[in-house]
Antibody
Framework: QVHLVESGGGVVQPGGSLRLSCVVA????????VHWVRQAPGKGLEWLAFVRYDGNQMYYADSAKGRFAVSRDTSQNTVYLQMNSLSGDDTGIYYCAKDRLSGYNIQSFDYWGQGTLVTVSS | DIQMTQSPSSLSASIGDTVTITCQAS??????LNWYQHKPGKAPRLLIFDASKLETGVPSRFSGTGFGTHFTFTISSLQPEDVATYSCLQYDNVPYTFGPGTRLEIK
């Protein structure tokens, strides 16, 4: 059974950093890419980033470029989202999601985690 | 970036009704569109992929159509458990973009 569990959220001051983790089960991140998506309070969903199944290609939204970085630990079946220079606009629930197709450059996503809350506030 | 507009932003319907939500892309995206259901505190759920294909395990009262720029999502015979927010996603081009969502309530 496919599961994704995000952790690492919390309260951080503006300008601070946070690293989110996404531990997956029921599939391997060496077979499937993983996406990050967020939802700000009262707003719609926003796609943020993706790491390909082989770890050799990442894609980022403009809002994430230069500040966020996706990495992974294949031995732990875990994907990370390092977030730097955080501002109030980054407040929201952060989700990781499994790419729908294995061995693909990038596709859409099927299974999601329940999310972790990030609050940027002084 | 491809902009997705979605309507209505909210709707209220009765049990057993048929409801329809539309998404429009700012440029053609072939059939690279998904529909997701999202309930507070829960993981979003994929309902429809490739514009019209039903995800495994999803009830057949959910359906999708469309190609290019105009897409529709339909729930026939609305059930109480369908109360949720529904969002479309285009994955024709990075950055992927979502519609703003439709909040569905039961009358």
């Amino acid at each position: 059974q496919v599961h994704l569990v995000e952790s690492g959220g919390g309260v951080v001051q503006p300008g601070g950093s946070l690293r989110l983790s996404c531990v997956v089960a029921g599939f391997s991140i060496i077979d499937y890419g993983v996406h990050w998506v967020r939802q700000a309070p009262g707003k719609g969903l926003e796609w943020l980033a993706f790491v390909r199944y082989d770890g050799n290609q990442m894609y980022y939204a403009d809002s994430a470029k230069g500040r966020f970085a996706v990495s992974r630990d294949t031995s732990q079946n875990t994907v990370y989202l390092q977030m730097n220079s955080l501002s109030g606009d980054d407040t929201g629930i952060y989700y990781c999601a499994k790419d729908r197709l294995s061995g693909y450059n990038i596709q859409s996503f099927d299974y999601w985690g329940q999310g972790t809350l990030v609050t940027v506030s002084s | 970036d491809i902009q997705m507009t979605q309507s209505p932003s909210s709707l209220s319907a009765s049990i057993g009704d048929t409801v329809t939500i539309t998404c429009q892309a700012s440029r053609a995206i072939s059939n690279y569109l998904n529909w997701y259901q999202h309930k507070p505190g829960k993981a979003p759920r994929l309902l429809i992929f490739d514009a019209s294909k039903l995800e495994t395990g999803v009830p057949s009262r959910f359906s999708g159509t469309g190609f290019g720029t105009h897409f529709t999502f339909t729930i026939s015979s609305l059930q109480p458990e369908d109360v949720a927010t529904y969002s479309c996603l285009q994955y024709d081009n990075v950055p992927y973009t979502f519609g703003p969502g439709t909040r569905l309530e039961i009358k």
